[in-house]
């Protein structure tokens, strides 16, 4: 059975104009010069996306997070590497995918020395859909994975919710059919042993949902 549930009444947020660039390559030099909103400021790096431009799946997380900020490369840091262990498990070509962020410039505050992450607020993100949308436009994936509620916003609105539509594939009017899953960061913390292998084969499940979708 196809997984492709409509998503009628919430409005995709990704209101944006065709971007001038025709590559990923120029899109991302013409980020670097982004002020759309203030996270540029006390940010290390911009960081843009990274896959192949024929990828199927795009992967979208909410933020760079420390090491991402000082790489430049997003998906680096803790999450991405169990991102991509969960991914390997539940079967999906990692070269398959393209992997990028809500918002491309590292939010924190400090404690002590140390850069903590800060959630992007409602406009931030609403701000860097520009860029998301304008990612998709070029690459037009078959299949879009949100990875957590900043992304789920982004790309899908308020309506859906995480925790509720977790697992499910929905397929906004006009707009590329998204997966809702949780973000890997939300069980990295989690110190129960049990609990976290808990969530992670949920989420593992939920990956597993990519490849029943692309076979159809
Ligand atoms: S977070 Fe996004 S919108 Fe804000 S300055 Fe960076 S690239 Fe631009």
């Known amino acids: 059975m ?32 982004c002020q759309r909103c203030d996270l540029y400021r006390s940010a290390t790096h911009l960081v843009f996306g990274e896959g192949p431009s024929a990828a ?9 997070g420390d090491e991402e900020d000082l ?23 990692r070269d398959r995918c393209y992997v990028t962020n809500a918002v491309k410039h590292f ?4 404690r002590g020395k140390k850069r903590l992450h800060a959630r992007p607020n409602a406009g931030e993100v609403q701000r860097c859909a520009w860029w998301l949308g304008a990612e998709l436009e070029l690459l037009k994936p078959k299949l879009v994975v949100a990875l957590g509620a900043t992304a789920v916003s982004s790309l899908l609105g308020s309506k859906v919710k995480v925790m509720r539509d977790r697992g499910r594939i929905l397929h906004p009017p006009g707009k ?7 973000h890997p960061s939300a069980f990295l913390r ?17 990956l597993r949902r990519i490849q029943r979708f692309l076979r159809h």
Do not use: W
Request: proline share 7%.
């Open 190 to 206: 989690i110190r129960e042993p049990a609990e976290k292998e808990k969530n992670r084969i949920a989420f593992v499940g939920d």
């Open 56 to 64: 199927d799946i795009v992967l979208v997380g909410e933020q760079p």
């Open 2 to 33: 196809l997984d492709r549930i409509p998503l009628a009444g919430a409005g995709p947020s990704l209101a944006y104009e065709h971007a001038d660039a025709e590559t990923l390559d120029e899109l991302h030099d013409d980020a670097q010069a």
């Open 71 to 93: 790489a430049a490369r997003p998906f680096v840091g803790p999450a991405g590497r169990l991102l991509d262990q969960c991914l390997e498990e539940a079967g999906v070509d």
């Open 107 to 110: 939010k924190y505050q400090m």
């Open 176 to 182: 590329l059919d998204v997966l809702v899953t949780i």
